[in-house]
């Protein structure tokens, strides 16, 4: 792609450009998730093997059950590890093929294993400070909701039609306020989305990675909310459709009382490969979240255009300007 196309993108323009960088560089971003998607395959089958021992013998004791959230556990701290990696390394395949450069599967990863625990850290500090609003979004809807049931049971209590209403009203209320508490906690969240991008290609620390991406996405989250929604729902689909054969296949066992050992492996091949080729989408859109962001407040596309016109052309595989 032309470094001459950099502007600012609205959002039919950036999922358009998210899908032309994953059309024309399949191969290298399918490549950058089959690792991660990989690393998945033992912990899919073991969680399968164990699904169909309760099926046939009945539920796993106290021992079995706690050696299976120790693995779920270590298992879920090595993913992420791999996953965070795998976000790094795209990220920068996403910024050379943007920006007109070449890049390889083994040059992404090789670019980002300096910044392992800087990345690790950001995911982390992210990960907590969104739990945390999560928790302070689910109390405050609960204490919204516990407030409505009270005056459901205050007006309900002399029963007839007006009563019935005012239930129907409340619990419409009800559902509304959760609705709004999941919306405000997802957009709260995206003020971390390009946190990644700025760590890697403007090389800063963990909290200023973190600032950075604060200050970029502030009035554009509404729009990077509904991009993200998108692809992601697209990257679902992907996997489903992979994987909806042996769902179905698995539903038929079920009710025969016997789940076949080579359904194991198949179910966890078949999400693999579904989340290498479906779960690049997803990143690209942050990456070029993070450029058009950088466009609109900051005039990145004339910095980059100056910075080629002052600069000699970089060499094959050379990193490029952030």
């Known amino acids: 792609m032309d470094a001459t196309e950099l502007r600012p993108l609205a959002l039919g323009e950036l ?47 106290p021992k079995a059950a706690i050696g299976l959230v120790l693995f779920a556990l270590i298992f879920l701290c090595f993913f992420w590890a791999v996953y ?24 992404a990863y090789g670019k980002v294993r300096g910044s392992f625990w800087r990345i690790l850290g950001v995911v982390a500090i992210g990960l907590l400070r969104a739990i945390g ?9 609960g ?61 800063l620390g963990v909290l200023a990675a973190l600032r950075r991406s604060v200050h970029l996405t502030k009035g554009r989250r509404w729009q990077m909310l509904v991009a993200l929604f998108l692809c992601w729902v697209i990257a679902y689909v992907g996997v489903i459709v992979f994987q909806g054969p042996f769902f179905i296949t698995m539903m038929i066992s079920v009710r025969s009382g016997h789940l076949p050992e080579w359904l194991a ?47 000699p052309a970089p060499a094959p595989g050379a990193g490029s300007p952030a």
Do not use: C
């Open 15 to 61: 999922l358009d450009r998210t899908f032309r960088l994953y059309r024309n560089h399949f191969w290298l971003f399918a490549g950058i998730m089959a690792i991660p998607s990989a690393v998945s395959i033992p912990f899919t089958v073991y969680i399968f093997s164990m699904q169909g021992s309760s099926l046939t013998g009945g539920p796993p004791g």
């Open 84 to 107: 965070s990696m795998a976000i790094g390394a795209a990220t920068y395949a996403v910024s050379e093929a943007y920006l007109g450069q070449t890049v390889t599967v083994r040059a």
């Open 133 to 141: 609003m999560s928790l302070l979004v689910a109390t405050g809807t």
């Open 143 to 203: 204490i919204v909701v516990v407030i409505l049931f009270a005056a459901i049971g205050a007006l309900g209590r002399g029963g007839g039609q007006p009563g019935i209403i005012v239930g129907i009203l409340l619990g419409l209320v009800i559902g509304l306020a959760y609705l709004i508490g999941i919306g405000f906690w997802l957009w709260w969240s995206l003020r971390y989305a390009v946190s990644i991008p700025a760590l890697l290609l403007e090389k």
């Open 265 to 311: 492996y198949a179910w966890a091949m078949s999400g693999a490969v579904g989340g290498a080729i479906t779960g690049p989408i997803l990143l690209i859109a942050l990456a070029l979240s993070y450029y058009d962001t950088r466009i609109r407040k900051e005039a990145f596309d004339l910095q980059f255009m100056m910075s080629s016109l002052d600069q």
